[in-house]
Structure formats: C-alpha cells, structure tokens
C-alpha cells in the first residue's frame, strides 16, 4: 500500500527556519498534484501549499514570500521550506498527494501521519 512519511518537524524560535519533506513509497503508478495542510489546536485543517506535476505552486496568503514548496518527482518527495517563522504556523504538518496506483486506475487522496512544528520563544 501506498504511504506518506514526513520529517523535519521540530521546535524553532520566531523569525527561524524549518524544512519538512515528505517521502511517498509503495505501488506508485503516478503522482499528481502534491500538497501540504496544517492544523493548529482547535482549528480546522487548512491547505498551506500546492504544487502540481508540471504547473505553479499556490499558498495560502499567509505564507505567501516566506514558505516555498517543491518536489522531486523522480524520489516522489515533495518538501516545504519554512523561513520567517511566526507562532502562529505553529501546527501538525500534513503531507498530501494524489496517487494513481495502477495504469487503469483513479488518482487517489493520500496523507501522512503528521508532522509538529512549534514556533515559541
């Protein structure tokens, strides 16, 4: 079965860096759009980022100049580059992609187990 696996969540002061990655593996026909969501305690999830295969990144306005999104499509990864960072990104990451297992088959909606980032002084 398919998986999603991040990384790189941690604790970071105001104003540093973070990068998460997330590495998918299993039977993997294709890939399209890949993603990452965020969910801060008592808050709904919200999309933070999108890149597809082959079109222009998209973020939510409030990450806008300071989280990049990329991915590398021959290791079926995809990455969140986090600079600038305030309390407020404070949340579990998500990773999410949607797979196409079989030639035949439909792209699906898979996600990662999560990923916590704390942003404090």
């Known amino acids: 079965q398919v998986q999603l696996v991040e990384s790189g969540g941690g604790l970071v002061q105001p104003g540093g860096s973070l990068r998460l990655s997330c590495a998918a593996s299993?039977?993997?026909?294709?890939?399209?759009?890949m993603g990452w969501y965020r969910q801060a305690p008592g808050e709904q999830r919200e999309l933070v980022a999108t890149?597809?295969?082959?079109?222009?990144?998209n973020y939510v306005d409030s990450v806008k100049g300071r989280f990049t999104i990329s991915r590398d499509n021959a290791k079926n990864t995809v990455s969140l580059q986090m600079n600038s960072l305030k309390p407020e990104d404070t949340a579990v990451y998500y990773c999410?992609?949607?797979?196409?297992?079989?030639?035949?088959?439909?792209?699906?909606?898979?996600w990662g187990q999560g990923t916590q980032v704390t942003v404090s002084s």
């Open positions: 890149i597809p295969s082959g079109g222009s990144t």
């Open positions: 299993g039977r993997i026909f294709s890939i399209s759009a």
């Open positions: 999410n992609a949607q797979i196409k297992k079989n030639w035949g088959g439909r792209f699906d909606d898979y």
